[in-house]
Nanobody
């Protein structure tokens, strides 16, 4: 069982930045690919970005590519999401997720564990 705890959400003006963190309880954190998803009011949860076990590979949804950066620190068992040039349409609850993986790839689906989410609100 892996527990994930997100932090760093809040209210920011359009064009601003936020950095989300996700701390994991897994002792073998390096065995898990990590991802961020988001869910806006009235919409389905959508993939945002993912990072491979080693951190060597990343993948981004088109809507955030070039503005968001995912990274991880395996020694601290933490994954980060740096969000720059935020837009009102980025407003959502952001979820961290973990996927046990035999391969060093950043998956878009198949996540086993989820955090409770952190609210990000971008005002215009």
């Amino acid at each position: 069982q892996v527990q994930l705890v997100e932090s760093g959400g809040g209210l920011v003006q359009a064009g601003g930045s936020l950095r989300l963190s996700c701390a994991a309880s897994a002792r073998t954190f390096g065995d898990y690919a990590m991802g961020w998803f988001r869910q806006a009011p009235g919409k389905e949860r959508e993939f945002v970005t993912a990072i491979s076990r080693s951190g060597g590979s990343t993948y981004y949804a088109g809507a955030v590519k070039g503005r968001f950066t995912i990274s991880r620190d395996n020694a601290k068992r933490t994954v980060y999401l740096q969000m720059n040039s935020l837009k009102p349409e980025d407003t959502a609850v952001y979820y961290c997720a973990a996927a046990y993986s035999d391969y060093d790839v950043p998956p878009r689906s198949g996540y086993d564990y989820w955090g409770q989410g952190t609210q990000v609100t971008v005002s215009s």
